[in-house]
């Protein structure tokens, strides 16, 4: 692998990530647009690590070398971080979409690191359509909801 590549992925990762990152620090989330760009870019970096040690190592003699297990790993540690995001307070638990947004960057920045430029794309598209879809509906049936329950109590004139 190449310096280029190298760049052109860390680009890619960073401009993917920064993009859901940057929907979050709008609406003044737990992990905003840094922790995004940040978690994105480190999944990268271990995936090209791994892929390196792969390549590097496949073969030779007492070497075991599986790419998968530090994609596993990444996984896992990113549950703890998304963990530290969910908080609770008087009964009502918030920053499970951030800690689920974290969650999917981390995987974003997996299929960067591996090379698999359409899932990042589509992947992130989807991610995009998921925060402006559903708060629009959302929004919608709250709005319908908050105007139904004012409603109640007043008497209809005929």
Request: net charge positive; hydrophobic share 55%.
């Given at each position: 692998m190449n310096y280029l590549e190298i760049t052109i992925k860390i680009g890619i990762i960073v401009l993917l990530?920064?993009?859901?990152?940057?929907?979050?620090?709008?609406?003044?989330?737990?992990a905003g647009l840094k922790t995004?760009?940040?978690?994105?870019?480190?999944?990268t970096i271990f995936t090209l690590v791994s892929l390196y040690m792969y390549y590097e190592f496949q073969g030779k003699q007492g070497a075991s070398v599986d790419p998968g297990r530090i994609a596993a790993q990444v996984v896992t540690g990113i549950g703890f971080l998304g963990a530290g995001t969910i908080m609770q307070s008087k009964?009502?638990?918030t920053g499970l979409t951030t800690a689920a947004s974290l969650w999917a960057?981390?995987?974003i920045g997996l299929a960067v690191g591996a090379g698999m430029y359409p899932l990042?794309?589509?992947?992130?598209?989807?991610?995009?359509?998921?925060?402006?879809?559903?708060n629009r509906i959302g929004y919608a049936v709250e709005?319908?909801?908050?105007?139904?329950r004012k409603g109640r109590g007043k008497t209809v004139k005929k």
């Open positions: 990530s920064g993009i859901i990152g940057l929907d979050r620090e709008l609406k003044h989330k737990p995004h760009i940040l978690v994105g870019l480190g999944s009964g009502t638990i960057v981390a995987g990042a794309v589509i992947s992130t598209a989807a991610i995009l359509m998921v925060f402006f879809i559903i709005n319908r909801v908050s105007r139904i």
